[in-house]
């Protein structure tokens, strides 16, 4: 009976975590504008320019990806200044995991920066979605399987998505567009965060300054999931546990 009993505690723990732990990434779009979710670091109205490439140091906005809009730098060199995208309505003091979405194009090595603190004095982490070993800048996980000749070079998650390219494997919560025209989603995993007390986290993405259209940064939003807490995941593994105990 002690046997089968911890048998049973290996088999039912780790099933519960990964059930917890799969409870989905909520997307947030990054919006700008008066009201937007998403302003400049300093806190004040990021407004991005309308389809233009032009060396501005400007974000661009242009009509791809989720809601067709995702901001865009570097189509000519230029630098565009850091952004911070804030999500609201979460519930304060909890832990949540925090990521961010860039865009990459098949066969090209865009990037893109993103921090959940800010370094006012410098750069923030770099992060591109075809790593190589030399790269000072971390892997973004691509999440489609474009691009097959470089796919050794770095994880990727392998989502399944439909015609519409919208994410079908329940890794969202919402609906989130990860595949349009050889153009895929990439997620950068930024660890976790408390929400403060206004129930808000904050992540800043910036560019790869004055480079190449190769390297340009499409932003498009972050993602949230709550980290359930150790207790929970306590009560949730002894109800488990008891459920089996019962059945045996
Ligand atoms: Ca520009
Ligand atoms: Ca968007
Ligand atoms: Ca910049």
Redesign the pocket.
């Known amino acids: 009976m002690v046997a089968r009993f911890t048998l049973a505690a290996a088999i039912a723990l780790p099933a519960v975590m990964a059930a917890t732990a799969g409870a989905g990434v909520t997307y947030l779009d990054a919006t700008d504008g008066v009201g937007g979710n998403t302003t400049y670091s300093d806190g004040s109205v990021f407004t991005a320019?309308d389809d233009?490439?032009?060396?501005?140091?400007?974000?661009?906005q242009r009509d791809f990806a989720n809601n067709a809009s995702i901001y865009s730098?570097n189509?000519?060199s230029?630098n565009?200044a850091r952004l911070m995208t804030t999500v609201s309505g979460l519930s304060a003091g909890q832990e949540y995991d925090v990521y961010a979405y860039f865009w990459g194009a098949s066969g090209q090595l865009w990037r893109g920066r993103a921090a959940l603190v800010d370094n006012a004095a410098g750069d923030i982490q770099g992060y591109n979605t075809s790593h190589f070993s030399s790269s000072s800048f971390l892997p973004m996980d691509r999440m489609t399987d474009d691009a097959p000749g470089d796919a050794s070079l770095q994880t990727n998650l392998h989502l399944t998505y439909d015609a519409g390219g919208f994410e079908n494997s329940g890794y969202f919560d919402n609906a989130v567009l990860i595949h349009q025209s050889d153009r895929y989603m990439a997620q950068v995993t930024l660890g976790t965060a408390i929400a403060d007390a206004n129930g808000e986290i904050h992540v800043y993405i910036d560019d790869l300054a004055n480079t190449s259209n190769g390297n340009r940064t499409w932003y498009d939003g972050v993602g949230t999931a709550l980290v359930p807490a150790p207790g929970a995941i306590l009560l949730l593994g002894a109800g488990g546990l008891f459920a089996t105990r019962r059945r045996s």
């Open positions: 320019v233009s490439t032009a060396a501005d140091n400007m974000w661009n730098t189509e000519s230029e565009g």
